[in-house]
């Protein structure tokens, strides 16, 4: 076979056009090559994708591993939280139970203020209420116990040596007290005070075992405190405060009733140095009653006597204060006048001359006279002077009738009959009581004022008018333009 050579001319080729099968393999071909590029580049983008996912892994793990410390974190810190929570909700309970505190010491304080305040003021009325005439100590104690303990029932019950063994001096709200005597419940009670000297308290009926029982409705006491207080060195006083309205006696209680014992002994102390001073001070007085019976033996406490009834009854009739103290003075005073009659002309046995019977009604001029020399007695004078005036204007010196005559005059005129009719004179033998009463009903509207006898028979008829206890010339109080030291209050009145 022969080669062909350069010169030879190349053999030709067919072109892809013309030959479908090239055309078909080109084809092919560069779709394979396409192929080819788009895995190349698929098999990139999953390289990058597959980078790009292993960079979220390990994202994910970092994540993962910070979710991981925050949970722990968070769990830490939610420990901690309810650990804080927990001190925070002991702090609160104990700031309320400090603030609970608190308001109780608030509270004690308060109600410590309130008491003592209270108790001062009590003492205070009785300090002033000694002062004066009329002041009732015992009640006033027993109020007094009462008010600062929130007891509801009560008794003042004394003591004395040289008369019953005890006396009711005053109740609250217990059945039949004080008019009626202390029964053998009470008695035991007041007993056990005095016998042991040291307040008792009885909450629920146990400390009581071995005394007698209750004999009225009104002295079954559902608590109560026994307490001893001595007012005097002849008195011994037992309050017994019963029913606590709020929970049960304490041992405040008790301080209470001892405080109010110590200031009422203050009390009653000064009000007896008070009334020495005063007794001191009225010893003029006392001179002039005490000249006429010594001039008048049948008359000696003629003029206590008369003086004790008359100011129970101003006290029954309403008289002011003041009135009753200048008919308490006149009373005592209303025969100091007799001073200027002879002694054969007042213990004469037989019956007066004419001109005996004007000397002894010049007894109330006289008297008159001689208490005017004492300025602070101006308005007891004129009570003296008409004495002896008579209802219906039959009397003596001025004939002065009914509402015209002073009532203190219209008083003593009655006391002054009845206790002259009831004691032995040297022209006369005593009437009985009940004479004496007959006399001056049957002379009420005539000699006598008729209200005055009225309220006169009701006074006969209390235990108040013969009590021996009261001191007559100290019970008269202070008139207007008696400036006595510790009585200045009193002269305002």
């Not at 804080?84 to 308060?110: F, K, V, Y």
């Not at 008369?163 to 039949?176: H, M, T």
């Not at 009397?395 to 005129?413: A, F, M, N, Q, V």
Request: charged fraction near 30%; proline fraction near 5%; glycine fraction near 8%.
């Amino acid at each position: 076979m022969a080669l062909s050579t350069e010169n030879e001319a190349p053999s030709r080729q067919p072109s892809s056009a013309e030959d479908p099968v090239l055309s078909h393999l080109l084809q092919a071909g560069k779709q394979y090559q396409h192929l080819l590029d788009e895995k190349a580049r698929q098999e990139e983008e999953l390289h990058e994708t597959r980078s790009g996912l292993e960079a979220v892994q390990a994202q994910l793990g970092t994540v993962q591993s910070q979710s991981r410390n925050l949970q722990e974190d968070l769990n830490t810190v939610r420990k901690e939280l309810e650990k804080s929570e927990e001190a925070q909700e002991g702090l609160q309970a104990e700031l309320q139970r400090a603030q609970a505190r608190l308001d109780q010491e608030r509270r004690n304080g308060q109600d410590h203020r309130d008491r003592a305040e209270h108790l001062a003021r009590e003492i205070r009325q009785i300090h002033r209420s000694l002062l004066g005439p009329d002041g009732n100590i015992y009640l006033l104690l027993l109020h007094a116990c009462l008010n600062l303990t929130g007891a509801k029932r009560g008794l003042y019950v004394t003591a004395r040596g040289d008369g019953p063994p005890f006396r009711i001096r005053a109740a609250i709200e217990v059945d039949g007290y004080p008019d009626a005597p202390p029964s053998e419940f009470i008695q035991a009670l007041c007993r056990k005070a005095l016998k042991e000297d040291e307040t008792f308290v009885c909450n629920d009926g146990g400390d009581l075992a071995g005394l007698p029982s209750p004999e009225r409705d009104g002295e079954r006491f559902e608590s109560l405190i026994v307490a001893p207080v001595v007012l005097l060195q002849n008195l011994d006083g037992v309050v017994v405060v019963a029913d606590k309205e709020n929970g049960e006696f304490g041992k405040e209680d008790e301080e209470v009733l001892v405080s109010i014992g110590d200031h009422a002994a203050i009390a009653a102390e000064n009000q007896k140095l008070r009334r020495d001073l005063l007794d001191a001070y009225l010893s003029t007085i006392t001179m002039l009653a005490d000249a006429v019976e010594a001039k008048d033996p049948y008359t000696r406490g003629h003029c206590e006597q008369v003086s004790r009834f008359a100011r129970h009854i101003a006290d029954r009739l309403g008289m002011p204060e003041p009135e009753r103290d200048i008919v308490c003075y006149a009373a005592l005073l209303h025969d100091v006048g007799k001073i200027g009659v002879s002694d054969g002309v007042l213990n004469k046995p037989g019956p007066l001359l004419p001109e005996e019977f004007d000397l002894v009604r010049s007894h109330v001029r006289t008297g008159q006279t001689l208490i005017l020399n004492v300025p602070a007695l101006e308005r007891v004078a004129d009570v003296v002077l008409h004495h002896h005036e008579w209802f219906d204007g039959s009397g003596y010196p001025d004939g002065l009738k009914g509402e015209e005559i002073p009532l203190g005059s219209r008083i003593i005129c009655a006391v002054d009959s009845y206790c002259a009719m009831i004691t032995r004179r040297s022209y006369k033998e005593a009437y009985s009581e009940e004479r004496a009463r007959a006399e001056l009903q049957r002379c009420s509207g005539t000699q006598f004022d008729p209200e005055v006898v009225r309220e006169f028979m009701a006074v006969l008829d209390s235990p108040e008018a013969f009590d021996p206890d009261e001191d007559d010339i100290s019970a008269c109080g202070i008139l207007p333009g008696m400036h006595v030291p510790g009585f200045e209050s009193l002269s305002a009145r």
